[in-house]
């Protein structure tokens, strides 16, 4: 099986942690999201005194395509300051699987190796739109 390429993806990934803004975990993360037509939207985690309302940074990146008009992707790395790699959390398990379907999911570690899942690995059996069709 040949597996695509994600260095480019996975360097923007480690880049976008630099806006990160972690004044209480301190705990920098990155992500980098790949458009169908081969853009790449950045997002970092933006946290904020009520600790509930901090953002994930792949949830920032996928609000800022959904906010230009963007519904087409194909894959998404995220780089954090663990060393090893970093999973994602369940609400943007759940976020990233609803708005961008089943989609690469690249984690990149301290030394910018890569390991790709696809989100149905991380989120199997899903909630989804779907579900609320029988409703
Ligand atoms: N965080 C992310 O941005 N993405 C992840 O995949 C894991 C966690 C952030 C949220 C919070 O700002 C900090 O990391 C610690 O949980």
Redesign the pocket.
């Known amino acids: 099986m040949t597996q695509i390429d994600y260095n480019h993806l996975a360097q923007k990934a480690v880049e976008s942690k630099k806006f990160a803004h972690?004044p209480y975990?301190n705990?920098h993360?990155g992500a980098a999201l790949l458009t169908e037509s081969g853009e790449i939207y950045s997002g970092c985690?933006v946290?904020n005194s009520s600790f509930g309302l901090?953002i994930?940074?792949?949830r920032v990146a996928v609000f800022k395509a959904y906010s230009e008009g963007i519904r087409k992707f194909k894959a998404i790395a995220?780089a954090?300051d663990d060393q090893n790699f970093?999973?994602?959390?369940g609400a943007?398990r759940q976020v990233l699987m609803d708005l961008c379907g089943d989609i690469d999911f690249i984690m990149v570690d301290g030394k910018m190796q890569t390991k790709v899942f696809k989100l149905s690995e991380l989120l199997p059996y899903a909630f989804g739109d779907e579900n609320l069709k029988s409703k």
């Open positions: 972690p975990s705990f993360v985690n946290e901090t994930c940074a792949e995220v954090s970093c999973p994602p959390c943007c």
